[in-house]
């Protein structure tokens, strides 16, 4: 596992050092949970970088961010209408069926893992308005996409407009939203758009084990507050969770690496032409490409995970190395 | 915060250099998740030190590992026997409900909030095996117990006796384990007993945010493992919570620091005479004493918590100086 | 059990003939679940009976209509404060933990199973203000209690202070609340007092299989009808249940039958004096009475359950015959 | 409602005479809950229909039943394969994800609403056996199936081949049980198979408020009686709801019911030609028509469901009006 050409997940990348040092930094005696003060800087660190209110609390993992974020909006007898290949219905262990007591999740079409109103409709509508149908509470999204693909701001606007129609909550999961954001060269704001609650990923991109839930809507967080603790989520030297996010947010080092994560995703992606099988818009490359071809690019070095029958996921982490991500992509365009 | 005279919590104590040297060797790219070196080789250090075959996972909390292990011995219609002021019962929010999905704490009383067998008796006994009540499905145990109690062998047996004639699961909340062994000086095998899991505590010990669920019934840790990723503690960078608990049980860091901090608490007991509430077994001391004689050991610059009406409770971290807990015994000493 | 003396339990009473009269009137096709006439004509008589407006709904069992009703007021992560001997923590199989998601209950104590403002602050007021520590969202009381006594309207007043003050919900069990306005001789809103939704007991009284949950707070009743069918509550045939109700409310035959339960309990008192460990405000006795006497009245022929070791419960149904209830209360008297 | 011209649902049948027979035959005091003669009798008579040792519980519906059975297979980290257009998956209200403390439903294909081992596979295969997917537990079909058909003995041991590969319980929704017997002209052990456990359904067949799951494995019913109590559907005078099964099963009402629903489906359907969309093998019609077609039957008086924009759904109650189904009948073939 400690080839240079790992291109398998940005999960499995190391902690970025200023993480490190920062984390050094609170290694004293503090208040123990979130009553120290690095976890008390958190809002207001948030809500600069929003230009809103904002309360956020650090969680260990995407899933926890993401369950305990829904689980505010929705009851245990309704449900979250999300894309069939969104990572709480695909890649959590069932998660959402345990935070939110067995509510259920309506899944929707929508190419490039996008929901799209229209789509949203497809799946919404025929559900009869009856206590015999699961009703919809929340929608969730993922920015970038599990495709790697970018809401702009009108289909978050668009969306906002069916959430609000339907009366549900809007939740974003953010696990590459700083991919997203490097992307679309916007504010944090205009990429989270008017969702209620954002679960802001770090730990992809240079963290080690802290993302934050970041609650546009308050009041949200008053019960997310009481379900960390009850999820075991409240870590007693929480300090270090909330180390790693301001280091992250400081100076901007979250874009930063971000940005460095997408550049080498671009570079894979330079030469691969028709094989995309999506734009790339963040850190991650989906290619068309067969067993022989894969078995190629293994040849010669590069890790990488399969994607059903004819296809190649590659992701860049934010320490991937540029030559390593040009050698790939002249690997590609050479197949 | 930054009192050298804090005696409020052995959660709000430093990380141990050992554990961030090890976090820091384990910081390049591995597999993601428990896939990783370093969590792989948990099984096995523990078979070494319990001297029988374990499966051992790591999650962030105490209230997480407590859940999950006992997720896999109840059934969501059954109870769990524990003693009235257990951390499950009194201090994790509500987690047992939620990751048992609703099955019941049955409560047990019992000197120093250690369980006997007369108490569970006392418990259980009166519980009709029909289907109006809820019936146990396991007990679990503190070691060392809320008040810093040691159950010896003999008493472990006991409860196993009970345990196996009343087809329980037994679980041991070892939060303060090491405490409980240093305290001991016995095999850690004889301190864990016959249980079925063990709630490994590092993080009051020196770690940062990992502990490590110990399954002796391998079959458990099966079930465990999908609850949690389910609960959202698979961690992606898994390798730094296994790093933290391998360093810890290299050569025997977490007796080292249990040693210290028994041996802080002892100073802090050692003329507090018939305040003591409770025998003074591991690292925490519960202390008769009125509010004036309260303010009076604050004034003096020590920190704790206060302990209902009439009592306080001092913690004594593993980087607790000795010094600071001799010269609050002292004062103690003195009211 | 075919025995005339049967003082074990009123659920196991026969069915009223007009209860009988009125399911069969209902008895052709109508349209299934509640969309039938019977099951429309419900809000407005329990309104009328009330004197305000109400939503019922129809369920077959008081565990049902408990859970419901309290899954309407109390978030997963809460709790519901109860008296210790209440039916929903000590009879009802866990069912509050299943419907409620894992909230717990929170006991408190006070004389004849009743709840005053006194216990509930004892059991309430040393609950943390924090996530640590399961909050509370609901009071549930039962009215007549389990010991078959009434809260008075000033009593109820001062819980409903109570539950203002906290921010609670408030629940009554009226498993048997017919004997309860029987015994009070006041209008059934007296006796419900201020509570946001009463479970209206049937079957003990001379029903079959129909419970009503009268919400007074009507927001409730609309998150209720979905949890209803989420628990397999929704009868497709439910007009027979609907009918059972309306029957009961028609001409105030439900406070004819508990009068006569009433009645006998207070002829099975009658000579009971100091034996008697409750006071009998409604169709239940418990006395005070060692084994040898309880063998005594069972050699005459009488049904009634032990409680506890010195101790027996008997209980009179609507259908409960003078002649042994007074046979009953002589033979009580002659101990 | 009270057409004569009724295809709208079985649900809305009146309750056979014989039932309310063996209803009034209960009508004096036993034994409360499942404690009655006419409980304790359950088990023998369906070991007699399927001639195998089975225990069998009451419920009130088929939601109860077939989430209760259900509940014994599956563990909440788990799924249940079942097809995308089973009752539990459409119309349950979300009463798997609450019984089964938030499994998850795994959907699969197949024409007709028959799943079939190639459907299932599709289904069950790409699932990754890691920590990161819900993994099946069990496998839940439905006898008839949502529009009518019938599995086969070939078809169910082709499934329970499945099952057994892939260590899956095995669950038959039975609704329409009676219907599938009476189509296949085969004994009732032949209709269910090998199944682990049968929701037989009575409401829609005759009865007023009773089915039966039928447990094979009677280690499951073990466990469902604790389930049944908690979830609220122990009713206490439970003897009116076996008296209703057993007045079905006695002379093989079930059966007789079951014939003439068919029968009368079969005359809805003589004319019915190429509109058909599925075989008729029970007693629902499932035909091709447009909203002028539909409209013209309605004016001549006959009532169904529209089912989708270009069909209508007929279903015949076991009290069908033989001239009614024929008059329809001609109607549809006079399209």
């Not at 758009?193 to 991109?205: E, I, R």
């Not at 084990?209 to 008053?222: C, K, M, N, P, Y």
Request: proline residues 3%; contains cysteine; glycine residues 10%.
């Amino acid at each position: 596992m400690t080839s240079t050409r790992q291109f398998l997940s940005d999960n499995a990348a190391a902690v970025h050092p200023k993480v490190w040092e920062a984390m050094r930094a609170v290694d004293e005696a503090d208040a123990p949970y979130d009553g120290d003060r690095a976890s008390a800087a958190l809002d207001e660190r948030f809500a600069d970088l929003f230009g809103r209110d904002c309360t956020a609390l650090w969680v260990a993992t995407g899933t926890a961010a993401n369950c305990l974020a829904l689980g505010t909006m929705v009851q245990p007898h309704g449900g979250v209408a999300c894309h069939r290949e969104a990572h709480i219905e695909m890649d959590e262990g069932g998660a959402p069926g345990f935070y939110l007591h067995g509510a259920k999740l309506l899944l929707c079409g929508g190419e490039h893992a996008k929901v799209t109103p229209h789509t949203l409709a497809a799946t919404l509508d025929p559900i009869r308005d009856d206590v015999h149908q699961v009703q919809p509470h929340a929608l969730s999204i993922t920015q970038a996409s599990e495709y790697g693909c970018i809401y702009s701001g009108e289909e978050l606007a668009a969306l906002k407009g069916e959430c609000d129609a339907r009366g549900l909550g809007f939740h974003m999961d953010g696990a590459r939203f700083a991919n997203a954001v490097a992307f679309a060269d916007a504010p944090a704001s205009a990429v989270a758009g008017p969702v209620d609650a954002l679960s802001f990923g770090f730990v992809k991109n240079g963290g080690m084990g802290a993302e934050a839930i970041v609650f546009f809507d308050t009041d949200l967080a008053d019960v997310a507050r009481y379900r960390r603790k009850r999820a075991g989520h409240l870590q007693s030297k929480g300090r270090y969770l909330a180390a790693q996010i301001l280091a992250m947010l400081d100076g901007d080092l979250w874009l930063e690496n971000a940005r460095a994560a997408n550049a080498a995703a671009a570079e894979i992606a330079r030469g691969a032409g028709a094989r995309l099988l999506h734009p790339v818009q963040a850190n991650e490359v989906f290619l068309q490409c067969d067993a022989a071809e894969r078995a190629g690019l293994r040849g010669q070095g590069f890790g990488f995970y399969d994607w059903g029958e004819g296809a190649a996921r590659f992701v860049a982490g934010w320490d991937a190395r540029e030559e390593e991500a040009q050698a790939l992509g002249k690997a590609i365009a050479a197949l």
